[in-house]
T-cell receptor, first 115, second 112 residues
């Protein structure tokens, strides 16, 4: 019963370093999302994907890149980390339905600190 | 642009009280609305999903209602318990791109 799994759960980076967050889901969901959560700002959508090989920008995409080479995986990359990217990152997935997306399932989060 | 508002930001109640958490949204053309629970340091757990054609959904002590025309949803928690203490977020899906817009959440504290 893995659901949505995020790795790593914690990471500390120095400004300018790069890293990749991995999200894996075992529910055969079409849609996958990356959010960041910051105090007072709520959850903000970074990028999302509506199927294998597709990606789209969300509300706050700058400084991030994503890839969805396999249906079950959605990768979030930071090419040159900045202190403003210190946040908790959440991955989510859902199945496609006739009326939009179905129920969203979230991972446990990845806490990133950029020094 | 869809905006989702949850007021108040925090709420403290004594154990056993029935309570209502409110969520309002600006664009009534939604596909569905979800209520989530988030415990400190954890991810979000889906509580209830209401499709746009539905008026309410129930799960145990939780009941969520949806009034699209007025842009409102409520989450009713019956006989609150200290274990219900958490942050409750609502989110709506608007449009065919299936993106969710979240409220900032209501942090609930149930006092023993």
């Amino acid at each position: 019963n893995a659901g949505v799994t995020q790795t790593p759960k914690f990471r500390v980076l120095k400004t300018g370093q790069s890293m990749t967050l991995l999200c894996a889901q075992d529910m055969n969901h079409e849609y996958m999302y990356w959010y960041r959560q910051d105090p007072g700002m709520g959850l903000r959508l970074i990028h999302y994907s509506v199927g294998e090989g597709t990606t789209a920008k969300g509300e706050v995409p700058d400084g991030y890149n994503v890839s969805r080479l396999k249906k079950q995986n959605f990768l979030l990359g930071l090419e040159s980390a900045a202190p403003s990217q210190t946040s908790v990152y959440f991955c989510a997935s859902s199945r496609a339905t006739g009326g939009g997306t179905g129920e969203l399932f979230f991972g446990e989060g990845s806490r990133l600190t950029v020094l | 642009k869809q905006e989702v508002t949850q007021i108040p930001a925090a709420l403290s109640v004594p154990e056993g009280e029935n309570l209502v958490l409110n969520c309002s949204f600006t664009d009534s053309a939604i596909y569905n609305l979800q209520w989530f629970r988030q415990d400190p340091g954890k991810g979000l757990t889906s509580l209830l999903l209401i499709q746009s054609s539905q008026r309410e959904q129930t799960s145990g002590r939780l009941n969520a209602s949806l009034d699209k025309s007025s842009g409102r949803s409520t989450l009713y928690i019956a006989a609150s318990q200290p274990g219900d203490s958490a942050t409750y977020l609502c989110a709506v899906i608007t449009g065919a791109n299936s993106k969710l817009t979240f409220g900032k959440g209501i942090t609930l504290s149930v006092r023993p």
